[in-house]
């Protein structure tokens, strides 16, 4: 080792150094692919219907780094407006200046939190370069949240189960300390994954109208499914009213209040009689209803602590009139002849809720009614079964010729070898319209 005259760089060093000649690389090579796909876009355009109006330069951060290049602004005859052909038929907005890929890694970031500013640190820290404020990512989260999806293939169900639950969140500078968030996550049913179960083609539904929560609900359903009078809904919750509220929406509802929640309450009242305790646990896991009431019914008063004791008997009064949403609901669902295996008893509603909660309750944060919903939006979209893409706002035909971006660098970085390979830059701007570019253009060939 004493012989080497030069300096060995450390490991990170080394990464680093490597990190950023990639990021050269990357910012040459995304700028001759984009300004050659203006130039295949400019020659198979629909001349009648596209003019040439000006060559643009403009600058865009990418996780690579910012790119600088050039596209052709175009007048659309048949609307009279002016348009970037080159943003629409790659489906991005280019006066956005952030690419489409760090637009999805930043809101990733700060959907997973803990907040806006870590995000921009994390950014930042990958990347080597400060990319977008904690503030600009906000905002192009409740963009993005607040952008219509694509809409989807209905889909066909005997069953749904819907887990229904609110979220109370705090507001900003508002004459009211916070708000609950209605939200449903609808499935299909269970299936094994490794040892896992995972919920199938599970979506989310967040009530945004002031209107009735299940008439919001309904509509919703029929814009992803296809309902009819043989669908059977199964939801569950935790007893509260606006929730038991959906079997007079739906012909064939099935209500289970949720075991986690009466578990908990349960404990809270009997946690110190363990015999109850225990008889009560077991009732709830085999969701036999007679045999939990017979338990809660053996409690003396006397047994519940003084403080407690109006509550408790509140409480037993709410499991006696909720009898019969502790029962099995595959037993009716059998009953009416629908084949039950493979389902498993309802209860996923919190574990759904501390995904969300996680998020916007964690570090005891403050939001603006807009910002929670496009958090809650955001969080539910990357969790659902598939992302919903985003609706096409600007369809434009796709050109006819095949290429590959290979083949593009390729030819790009080729040598030129004069006028046989070269180009005339008059061809490849807007004067190629006027009667000398015209002219030119009819000599091909010759």
Known sequence: MQHFTTTIPTMKELEEWMFRKMQDLFTAAMRTALEKLDEIILEQRDRERYRVKAERETSMNTVFGNIRFKRRLY??????????????????????????????????FAAEGPS?????????????????????????LIEQAEKPV???????AR?????????????????????????????????????????????????????????GFG??????????????????????????????????????????????????FVGH????????????????????????????????????REAWSAYKSFLRRHRKHLEDYRKTLEANGI????????????????VLTKRTKRGGYSWSERGARAMLTTVMRSKQAG???????????????????????????????GCVDGMIRLLRSQWQSRPTGLALEGLKGY
């Open 116 to 140: 806006y500013r870590d995000s921009a640190r994390r950014l930042e820290q990958l990347l080597g370069y400060p990319v977008l404020s904690h503030e600009a990512i906000r905002e192009k």
């Open 219 to 268: 509509d919703f359903l029929t814009e992803q499914y296809a309902i009819d009078e043989d669908t059977w809904l199964v939801v569950g919750g935790d007893g509260a009213s606006w929730i038991g509220e959906c079997e007079s929406y739906f012909h064939k509802c099935i209500y289970m209040l949720d075991r986690f929640h009466v578990a908990r309450d349960l404990k809270r």
């Open 75 to 108: 007048m659309d005859r048949q609307t009279g407006k002016y348009v970037y052909l080159l943003d629409q038929h790659l489906r991005f907005e280019g006066r956005g200046k952030v690419s489409p890929h760090l637009l999805e890694t930043a809101i990733a």
């Open 339 to 354: 084949d039950t295996t493979g389902m498993r008893p309802m209860g996923s509603a919190e574990a759904q809720m501390r």
């Open 159 to 215: 069953v749904l189960f819907v887990e229904v639950d609110g979220l109370y969140t705090k507001l900003q500078r508002r004459k009211r300390h916070g708000m609950e968030h209605a939200i449903a996550v609808v499935h299909e049913g269970w299936e094994q994954v490794g040892k896992r179960v995972r919920l199938t083609n599970k979506q989310h539904y967040l009530h945004r109208s002031e209107g009735d929560f299940w008439e």
């Open 150 to 156: 694509k809409a989807v293939e209905k889909r066909k």
């Open 387 to 417: 992302w919903l893409e985003e609706a096409d706002e600007h369809k434009v035909e796709t050109p006819e010729r095949v290429f590959s971006v290979r083949k593009i660098l390729k030819d790009a970085i080729r040598p030129a070898k």
């Open 273 to 308: 009689l363990p015999k109850i305790w225990k008889d009560a646990r077991q009732a709830l896991a085999r969701q036999d209803p007679a045999a939990l009431m017979a338990a809660v019914e053996r409690v003396a008063i006397e047994e519940i602590a003084p403080d407690k």
